[in-house]
Structure formats: C-alpha cells, structure tokens
C-alpha cells in the first residue's frame, strides 16, 4: 500500500499499477514514482482523468523515451550487458515496502528477464470461455468441442474380470473367443492384447482382430480417447458418414485441427470432461505432438511395435437400422479364422447394445465353424439317452427345463417392471403383477421374445421354434452388460409409463422397434 495526500487528507490507494513497471524492466522506486504521478495528476488536473490516453499507464509503459524531469527510463536489453552496480544502491532500489529486501526476486536489481507464467494463467483463465466459440478449424471448429470419452452411468459393476482402462470388457460365457468392451484407453487396449495373448515377444503368439463400431470421429491425447461433439448437445453422437474411409479422414483432420490450436494457447487445447455425476466441466489438457494419434495411427503403431492385432472399422450408428452390408463384414472376417485360437473383440462407445449385437452374431457364426470342426456344440443342451434312462426321464427332464426357464423369465421380468416404476409409482412390481395375472403372462411372454411379428416370421423358417431358441441362448450367454431381447420390453415398458405429454414417449417405442429388429 501508499499513502498519498491531498486536500481531503490521507488516502490509502492500492498500488495496481506497479506489478505493470515492474514487468516492463522499471526498478521499483521508478515504478513508485510513476504510479505517484499518475496519482497526483489526477487530482491536479481533472482534464487528464478524464482522457486516459493522454496520460495513462499504457502509454507510459510503451513509450521507452526517458522523463527528463525525473530521470526515469525503462531497462532495455542493453541494459544486461552493464556491469552490476554496488551493492548499496541495488539494497535501496530493491527494498520492499516492510523495509526488508527479498532473498530472490526481480526487484533486487539482478538483470534477468521477468517470468510470466502468472500473465499465461491469467489468460487461459479469460479466454476458456470464447475458446468453442471462436473455433476455425476445418473439423475442430465453431462450436464444437473436445470431450472425454467416457459414460459413467453406463458401466457394468459385476463382470467377472475388470481391466483398467478398458470398461465393460467380457467374454461370452461358452468361451468361443469372442470379446466386448467400451472404447478403451492405449493402456486398456494393450492390457487386453496381452491377456489374449498378441502382446509382442509372446510364445505362441495369437492373432486378434478388432472391431470398431464407433461412427463418430475419435482421436486420442495423451493414451486418453476423444469425441467431437456439439456444444449444445454434448451427450449426443455425430453422425458424419457412415464409411470408414471418410471417418478416417475426418480424424486425421481432427488431428490437425488439435495440434494447430495448442499452438495458439503453449501447448494446451480445452476439452470437456464428464465426471461421474454426469456434469461436463472444460478442462486445459496437454497437447504433444507424438501423443495425438486417430485410432488407424494407434493400432498400425502397436502392429509395427510387435502387436499382433488387426483393425477392423465398420461403423455403425445407434439408431440405424439392421442391414445387411456389416453383416456380411463381419463375416468376411470371421470365416477366415480359427475358432479356437483367434480372439475375437468387438467394441462401440458404450460397449453394450451395438457390441453385444456383435458378439450375439459373432457366436453363431463361430458355432457354426466348430460344429465344421467335429466340436461339440455349446449351446445345446445336455441330452440322456433313452435305453439308459429310467421311463420318462425325457419328459421329466424337458418339463423342468421349461419350469426354470418360466422362472427365470418371472425373475428378470420382476427386475424390469420394478426399474421402470421407480420414478413413477411407489407399488411394487410384485404387487402389480400379483394384483393382474393377466398382465403378468403377456409380460412374461414378451420377455421370452414370443412376440406376434416373431411367431410370424418362425413360421417362414424350417425348424423356426429350434432356431429361436438357439437365438435366445446365445443372446443370454452375452448378457452381461445387456440382454437384446430385454431392450424391447424395457423400452416398452418406459413408453406405457411416459405421460401423454413427455416428449420422449415417442422415442421410447422407435427404440422398442430398433430392438426388435436386432
């Protein structure tokens, strides 16, 4: 603080301009001096307040022409090369206002150059929130954002094995080599290679072939994946093309795009990270050069390095509808490879619906080659041969597999109707299907997938009922994040819930569809 007197007494001023001197290379009894100055020619002179660009802190730093009547300059860099002065006259100048001088500091005199660490703070801290909006890349552009990758309220908490950086990750249950996973991390991804056995340097080294799913651009900072969102909707994909050529493209420019920004801001870029409650805050994250890589650049990198693993992108959105073309893709890769000994790893955003779709088909494909292969088949169930069974073993044993399945259908039917009334009706799912019996079998049928467009369509298909069944085996032996036949009743359900007026009643039987057709 300084004291300055005039006409109304002492007045205590804070002295805000002299972090400014000082920065210019002024000694701090200049910079004393100088803000004085300004101080007392403002009272003096109402003219002078009253138009700062006559007399003002901005024009006295940028003007390096001496003050004869004071005999002040700023230092220049010549200044450097001046041998130093006594060590008196470096105590005066670099004295603080308690009087004691500073063990380490600007003010003591030493000719060093002023740090501005505090000024780059200060900056980021004031541009952050027009960074989205000024934006001028060629993908990377006005409003749109960088944001983690990340679902908190989509992962499963009860797999049998977690791997860190790699959520949701599982294997079906008859253990056909056939894996799912969320969109991992680079040391996600390299934990699961090395557990599959691909890792480099690996005796008797397997060959995994990875699918991508995903139909959003991604590129991935520091091992750490990105999405490309819209600022206004950051929770929603971007559908930009749905071949991987041109997605691959698109991050690659992406890529560009990231590295020509932290160029403006020392090597930093704003992203948006979502935390575990669901609230998406921006974040500051370092940009490397050799650590911005598309997902094509990550996995051919890891391929050079001695990873055995080959990248497959077929992307496919949320809401698109079951076609052909990625079928066959899936195909065409599948039956080129050994059951046995080639792992098989499918992965979306999320890890669950379009991956479990993926694994759903890639175990029946795979069922198929073991039955070429003399293996037996896991999804049949075990048989007793009549001339050793006692009479009516077969029927006995056929009517307590139907019991169990009608059991565990009641059992998964009550969690459903039970998630679903949670936010709309205190009674109890058991106290709702007690109450309607006849409400509790059309639900217990439509969990068993016994719908009138299914039954139709069984009837088109030699052994249709066998199939079915079949179907139904497969998709409960990869459940583990989510059961596609459930998918249609949970958002039935949530439809006859909805209230006439949510407009999201609409979009909960479009997605009972979708889930049909899968």
């Not at 000024?119 to 989205?132: F, K």
């Not at 090395?194 to 060959?207: F, K, W």
């Not at 948006?272 to 990198?301: S, Y």
Request: glycine share 6%; hydrophobic share 35%.
């Amino acid at each position: 603080m300084v004291n300055l007197n005039d006409a109304n007494g002492r007045v205590t001023r804070e002295l805000r301009h002299v972090p400014e001197y000082l920065y210019r290379g002024f000694s701090l009894n200049q910079s004393l001096v100088l803000f004085s100055l300004l101080e007392y020619s403002s009272r003096l002179s109402p003219q002078l307040s009253m138009n700062p660009k006559r007399f003002s802190v901005d024009r006295i730093i940028s003007n390096p022409t001496p003050i004869p009547s004071l005999g002040i300059r700023p230092r220049t860099a010549s200044d450097r090369d001046v041998a130093p002065r006594p060590a008196s006259t470096i105590g005066l100048e670099a004295r603080t206002l308690s009087g004691s001088p500073p063990v380490s500091s600007p003010l003591n005199g030493i000719r060093t150059p002023p740090t501005r660490h505090l000024d780059v703070l200060a900056s980021l801290q004031r541009t952050a929130p027009g960074v989205v909006k000024t934006r001028q890349g060629s993908v990377l552009s006005r409003g749109f954002i960088l944001k983690t990758d990340y679902y908190p309220s989509g992962r499963a908490l009860e797999l049998d094995i977690n791997i860190q950086g790699a959520p949701n990750f599982r294997q079906n249950r008859s253990s056909m080599n056939v894996y799912g996973v969320a969109q991992p991390r680079v040391a996600g991804l390299k934990a699961i290679l090395a557990v599959l056995q691909c890792a480099p340097n690996t005796p008797n080294q397997s060959l995994c072939h990875w699918f991508s799913t995903r139909e959003e651009p991604i590129v991935y900072i520091a091992g750490r994946p990105f999405v490309l969102r819209d600022s206004a909707e950051p929770r929603n994909s971007l559908m930009l093309s749905d071949r991987a050529e041109n997605l691959e493209a698109i991050e690659r420019r992406l890529k560009n795009d990231i590295l020509a920004e932290a160029l403006k801001f020392s090597g930093v870029i704003l992203t948006h990270h979502e935390l575990d409650d669901e609230e998406i805050i921006p974040t500051w994250t370092g940009v490397d050069a050799n650590d911005v890589k598309t997902p094509r650049e990550l996995m051919d990198e890891l391929k050079a390095a001695g990873w055995n693993v080959d990248y497959h992108r077929i992307p496919i959105t949320q809401d698109r509808p079951i076609e052909d073309n990625y079928l066959d893709a899936y195909l065409d890769v599948i039956k080129e490879t050994d059951p046995q000994n080639t792992p098989l790893v499918f992965s979306c955003g999320m890890g669950a619906v379009r991956t479990t779709f993926a694994m759903t088909a890639a175990c029946i494909i795979r069922r198929k080659q073991g039955l070429w292969l003399g293996l037996p088949d896991p999804y049949q169930p075990p048989k007793i041969s009549p001339s050793t069974s006692a009479p009516g073993a077969l029927a006995i044993l056929e009517q307590a597999n139907q019991q169990q399945e009608l059991n565990t259908a009641l059992l998964r039917l009550t969690y459903l109707l039970q998630q679903g009334l949670q936010s709309h009706d205190s009674q109890s799912a058991i106290e709702l299907l007690l109450t309607n019996p006849a409400l509790m079998d059309n639900l217990r049928k439509a969990h068993m997938g016994t719908y009138s467009l299914v039954l139709s369509l069984l009837g088109c298909l030699d052994n249709g009922a066998v199939i079915k069944k079949l179907v139904d085996r497969v998709m409960d032996d990869c459940d583990h994040v989510t059961n596609l036949r459930e998918d249609i009743l949970r958002h039935r359900i949530r439809y006859s819930l909805a209230s006439m007026d949510d407009k999201n009643r609409s979009e909960h039987l479009a997605r009972a569809v979708k889930s049909m057709e899968k």
